[in-house]
């Protein structure tokens, strides 16, 4: 079922530009999209081309009906804006100018209802938009195993073609929810608009870095942290010699891996995900965990993992501890999947160098930070 989480009200000013000509068509809308765009700022502006005949179609760039549209939008939330958009394109349309032959100008200005988002529950559609690219969605992949699919709520927008363009992931399986976005990017400050109502009171996000300004845009996250998501396939994989000291961990070990990541309060660590077998760590010579190393998601059915949670007692570290606990995780790990991504701060260089030696390599780069209603109404 679909359902519409718009909350805001949308003026749109639409001006057509008719052309006998494809190319002159085209030279049209770019010339009227930067006119607008440089007289109405606060507003977002888009071009389409389209053929004036609807049963006939555009191929190639080249004429197949007797007259062409290029049709510009402008989009705001604000009034005041919308108002100023219009002035600005109408402007522009009655403007004397040197446009092509055969072209002549109109306009028409409407108010139009808030983007559609609706409830994603298909996990082969959901799939099938993701798998684009493994690696940027691998959190999102992870998380379309039934192990965490419960705990999901994904929406999504449409594109013409009725497939999905725009798509957030909002995971409720850790104490602070997660929301990831994916998608196109095309109407993506819209999306995120209609989103405002479905995401829950406080979140921490992940984010591509083309879509960060429209994130903040939107939500005003502040400060956010420059990551690096990286990779490595199986057949990329050279296991080494396995240390010795490095142990599985279990629930019994819960008390001891909570002691460790209370010095490290941006963890991702929640007790049930010790149930995968996959948290392994080395003990001092007093019997105290100092290295932990584990997984955010694994899914076989999906064939890729994230790992996570990894954490050195700063004491203990410069040894090789990390190294030893990330070993042993991805000698298991490869056993079942042939994809394992992980995160990483653009900044730290040494951890950077210990996954490049076990072969991950750069795949894209991201934001992640937490916001708050709370927060964004006591900055207003």
Request: hydrophobic content about 40%; glycine content about 8%.
């Amino acid at each position: 079922m679909q359902k519409n989480f718009g909350a805001a009200n949308l003026f749109r000013w639409c001006y057509d530009l008719w052309s006998e000509d494809w190319q002159g068509a085209r030279e049209c809308n770019a010339a009227a999209l930067m006119f607008t765009r440089g007289k109405a700022p606060h507003c977002s502006a888009r071009g389409e081309l389209s053929s004036a005949d609807a049963p006939r179609k555009l191929e190639s760039g080249r004429r197949q009906s007797p007259a062409f549209v290029a049709g510009g939008v402008l989009t705001t939330t604000d009034a005041a804006s919308a108002f100023e958009a219009t002035r600005a394109a109408i402007f522009f349309a009655r403007n004397p100018g040197p446009l092509p032959d055969g072209v002549r100008r109109g306009g028409r200005a409407t108010e139009v209802p808030p983007m559609a988002v609706e409830e994603l529950t298909e996990r082969d559609e959901l799939r099938e938009f993701l798998v684009q690219d493994r690696l940027a969605n691998a959190y999102l992949l992870g998380n379309l195993d039934p192990s965490y699919f419960q705990f999901c709520r994904w929406y999504g927008s449409r594109d013409e073609r009725g497939e999905i363009a725009n798509l957030m992931l909002v995971y409720r399986g850790l104490s602070l929810p997660v929301v990831f976005t994916s998608g196109r990017g095309e109407d993506l400050p819209d999306f995120l608009k209609a989103c405002y109502e479905v995401v829950p009171e406080r979140f921490h996000f992940h984010v591509l870095e083309t879509q960060m300004a429209d994130l903040n845009s939107t939500f005003e996250v502040g400060q956010a942290e420059a990551m690096i998501r990286m990779g490595l396939e199986r057949r990329h994989f050279e296991p080494g010699v396995r240390d010795e000291r490095v142990e599985r961990l279990g629930h019994r070990d819960t008390a001891q891996i909570m002691a460790l990541y209370e010095h490290y309060p941006d963890n991702f660590f929640e007790p049930y995900q010790l149930e995968t077998g996959l948290y392994f760590g080395i003990r001092d010579e007093e019997g105290d965990l100092v290295s932990i190393a584990g997984v955010h998601v694994v899914s076989e059915a999906h064939d890729i993992a994230v790992i996570g949670n990894l954490v050195t007692h700063s004491g203990r570290r410069g040894q090789g501890l990390a190294t030893a606990c990330t070993a042993r995780l991805l000698e298991e790990l490869f056993e079942r999947v042939s994809l394992v991504a992980l995160n990483v701060q653009v900044e730290n260089a040494p951890a950077i160098r210990m996954y490049e030696n076990f072969g991950f390599r750069a795949n894209n780069r991201f934001y992640e930070g937490r916001w708050s209603k709370a927060a964004e109404r006591a900055g207003a």
